[in-house]
Structure formats: structure tokens, C-alpha cells
């Protein structure tokens, strides 16, 4: 079985986001709480997600393949480097 994404609803409303802010997910993981902010954000919006382990990365690459917007940057760092 795959990633289960939880509580994406709750924190994304948690988060209070407008359409023009930049977001971090400093921990991509799946790449569901990455998808459900970048469906929140607009086309002056920025998503950075990060996340140490490259496979993480990939499989949000695959989970945000085609969003044309918010922009969106993918990085394999660890959050600490903030």
C-alpha cells in the first residue's frame, strides 16, 4: 500500500493561504499535503518542497506532473537548512 495522505484538508485550511503566497513543505513525503497546496495556491503563488529523502522528491514530481501553476520548486535538502 502507498502513502496515505491525512488531515490535508484541515491543514491546508490551517494555513490560512492566498492565492500569491510563497509555501514550504519542508517534509514532501508523498507529495499529497504538496498537491493540496499547490490546488490552493494561485499563479502568483510559490510552492518550495523539500524533503531529504530523493525518493520523496520524485514521487512529488510525479504527484504536482502538470500543474502549471502556482510555480514550484523541488528539493532534495534537509529542512534544518532552512
Given at each position: 500500500?502507498?502513502?496515505v ?22 517534509t ?36 504536482l ?18
Amino acid at each position: 500500500m502507498g502513502h496515505v495522505t491525512v488531515l490535508s484538508h484541515e491543514a491546508i485550511e490551517a494555513l490560512g493561504m492566498k492565492s500569491a503566497d510563497i509555501v514550504v513543505d519542508a517534509t514532501l513525503g508523498g507529495g499529497g499535503h504538496a498537491k493540496s497546496i499547490a490546488e490552493a495556491l494561485g499563479k502568483k503563488g510559490m510552492l518550495i518542497g523539500m524533503d531529504l529523502d530523493q525518493e520523496a522528491v520524485e514521487r512529488a514530481r510525479i504527484a504536482l506532473k502538470g500543474f502549471s501553476k502556482p510555480k514550484i520548486h523541488l528539493l532534495t535538502e534537509n529542512f534544518r537548512n532552512l
